[in-house]
């Protein structure tokens, strides 16, 4: 970034030195422009500074957060995953549609009450 303020300043020496006039149309021209070149390299500049600081202020932020989610989430670093294989003993066999599931909420939009029950079925489970 210095190195475009230097070329900015090398520009605004090199229109004094040449005796730019101010005066006329060209020299205004030139003149003016330097004084753009300076302006657009204080802003970057500037502009630069500030997204130094973000991006400092953002890396807090993230290290705060790895704390929080440490605290929160501690109980998975001592969690065994591998424990879970145990429980996958389940019957490849075991058939859904034998399996009837019936609601006894009114507000249920499940349309249970168009299942018609075998009354012996009933009867047995009594």
Sequence with gaps: ???????VSYLKG?????????????????????EVLEDFADVLEETIDNQIE??????FIDEDLADVEDEIYESDDDYD???FDDYYDYDDDFDFDDFDDH????????????????????????
């Design 81 to 83: 995953y591998d424990d």
């Design 54 to 59: 973000l991006e400092e202020y953002v890396n």
């Design 1 to 7: 970034m210095d190195y475009l303020l230097q070329r």
């Design 103 to 126: 609601c006894d909420d009114e507000e249920c939009c499940c349309h249970c009450d168009e299942y018609e029950f075998d009354e012996d079925e009933v009867d047995e489970e009594e």
């Design 14 to 34: 090199l229109a004094d030195g040449l005796g730019i006039d101010e005066k006329s149309k060209e020299g205004k021209l030139l003149l003016e422009i330097v």
